[in-house]
């Protein structure tokens, strides 16, 4: 088998210390199990800047996805409308998420290489008086984009609405003031920037939100207020917990404080992505999102004009010297990604463009 890093945002690389606490089977209905769950809701509302009172941490089976589709199926009512704001393939998926529950929603699309603007949302919830809740992504891992939620927020708040935030790929990497901002529901998963395995999203949820979530799921498994009536007791998961992920996301909690937290994780990120664009730039290989918009946890590049180029034949070679990359998901350009969240460090930028460098060679 072949070695490699992922340059992926999600799965990731994980440590080795991460990867061994996945050697044990631990027993669900155990007390030991229980309390580290409870830790894990409780260092999950310390990240989000929130107090206890106000805000309460769900862990939800399955990958991202879940935890986004758990949210809108149990918040938006049959009589109620969701705005959902989209500049990439996961706010779309809000969208399909919707149709599939027959969910009342409308989108307010943006170009993928743009940001939402707060005015024209602010516009739209005063001509659309029905809408009840707003949702956006954060980091839209499609492009790399980071939306501006400060500004949304604001406008969300203002008009008393109920504010969703997927903050998958940037929650843990990028510094979110959850209480400030007033966002009701923010949700992440575990193998993203806390750098553990997939297995489970969590939500970080409003209390006064969450109450009014009862009974309204049109899910059992994905129902959000039951998931947390049973966990909130004492820890138990609602159905079979992953256990081995839970253990292992534990540990990769420990390991987020003793680098620093928030703060020294997300200059780590900021530096390599950073970085990296600047040593791409030196190649001739430019970005898709401008410099002002562009987040630190993806990167999606536009191909070389000047090659025979194949992002395939590109993929093999730079796998066989130690790192995976990503192919494009933007539909108006020919790009690869190259994500940088995860247990890699600067000599792995630096690695990884002296492969770039020695295959653009070979191609020239
Ligand atoms: C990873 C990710 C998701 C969830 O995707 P899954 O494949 O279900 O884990 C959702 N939104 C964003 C922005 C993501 O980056």
Redesign the pocket.
């Known amino acids: 088998m072949i070695q490699y890093k992922l340059l992926t ?2 799965p990731l690389t994980t440590t080795e210390s991460v990867k061994k606490e996945m050697m044990t089977d631990h027993c669900t209905w155990d007390d030991d199990y229980k309390q580290i769950t409870q830790t894990i809701r409780k260092k999950l509302l310390n990240l989000a800047h929130v107090k206890e009172e106000e805000y309460t941490a769900v862990l939800m089976q ?5 935890g ?1 589709e758990s949210v809108i199926t149990s918040a938006v009512g049959d009589h109620d409308k969701l705005l959902i704001i989209a500049n ?1 393939a ?1 706010g779309e ?1 809000m969208a399909d998420i919707c149709s599939h529950a027959k969910i009342p929603y409308m989108v307010y699309e943006v170009n993928y290489d743009q940001i939402p603007d707060a005015q024209k949302v602010e516009e739209l919830l005063q001509e659309n008086s029905e809408i009840t809740h707003v949702s956006m ?5 499609t492009s790399g984009i980071l939306n501006d939620i400060e500004a949304i927020a604001k406008v969300v708040k203002a008009t008393g609405k109920t504010m969703i935030v ?1 903050a ?2 940037s929650f843990g990497g990028v510094d979110i003031e959850v209480g400030k901002l007033g966002i009701d529901f923010i949700i992440s ?1 575990a ?2 920037c806390i750098q553990g395995v ?1 297995g489970f ?1 969590f939500i970080i949820c409003k209390r006064e939100k969450l109450m009014e979530c009862k009974g309204r799921a049109r899910s059992l498994s994905l129902d959000l207020y039951d998931q947390w009536e049973t966990m909130e007791k004492d820890g138990k998961w609602r159905f079979t917990s992953p256990t081995h992920t839970v253990l292992a996301f534990a540990k990769a909690m420990e390991e987020m404080e003793e680098e620093g937290g928030i703060s020294a994780r997300s200059e780590r990120y900021y530096h390599n992505n950073r970085l990296l664009i600047q040593r791409m730039k030196e190649m001739g290989i430019q970005t898709y999102i401008g410099s002002k918009h562009q987040g630190p946890i993806i990167t999606t590049f536009l191909y070389p004009k000047n090659h025979q180029f194949s992002f395939r034949d590109m993929y093999e070679y730079i796998k066989e010297r130690g790192y995976a990359i990503y192919p494009g998901k933007v539909t108006d350009a020919d790009t690869f990604r190259i994500g940088n969240i995860g247990e890699i460090y600067e000599e792995d930028i630096m690695k990884l463009c002296d492969i770039f460098e020695e295959y653009f060679h070979t191609i020239h």
């Open positions: 945002p999600g399955g990958s991202g996805t879940f986004v990439g996961y998926r992504v954060h980091s839209e891992t997927d998958m790929s998963s193998n993203k997939p999203s």
